[in-house]
Nanobody, 116 residues
Framework: QVQLVESGGGLVQAGGSLRLSCAASGRVFTIFFMAWYRQPPGKERELVAGLNRDGITNYADSVKGRFTISSNNAENMVYLQMNSLKPEDTAVYYC??????????WGQGTQVTVSS
């Protein structure tokens, strides 16, 4: 199993920045895909940014050029740098990973609120 703990959420004004962190523990050597998802109020959870084991990233169109996903494999950390935040970025943000065999694990989520 893999355990994930997110941190770094909070309240920020539009145009501001936040950096989310996700600490992974457990069978981290089995992870081959890491990502950040978000769930806005009353909406479905959506992929924000993904990073595979080869370092290839992908982003939702709505965050391209503003958000950056990165990892520190030595410390088992995944980050999401969010710049130029907009009110529509308000959501609960979740760290998620997929391990060999296709099992997905999720963190508990961290709230990001962007005020206008």
């Amino acid at each position: 199993q893999v355990q994930l703990v997110e941190s770094g959420g909070g309240l920020v004004q539009a145009g501001g920045s936040l950096r989310l962190s996700c600490a992974a523990s457990g069978r981290v050597f089995t992870i081959f895909f890491m990502a950040w998802y978000r769930q806005p109020p009353g909406k479905e959870r959506e992929l924000v940014a993904g990073l595979n084991r080869d370092g290839i990233t992908n982003y939702a169109d709505s965050v391209k050029g503003r958000f950056t996903i990165s990892s520190n494999n030595a410390e088992n950390m995944v980050y999401l740098q969010m710049n130029s935040l907009k009110p529509e970025d308000t959501a609960v943000y979740y760290c998620g990973v997929v391990v060999g065999g296709g099992t997905a694990y999720w963190g508990q989520g961290t709230q990001v609120t962007v005020s206008s």
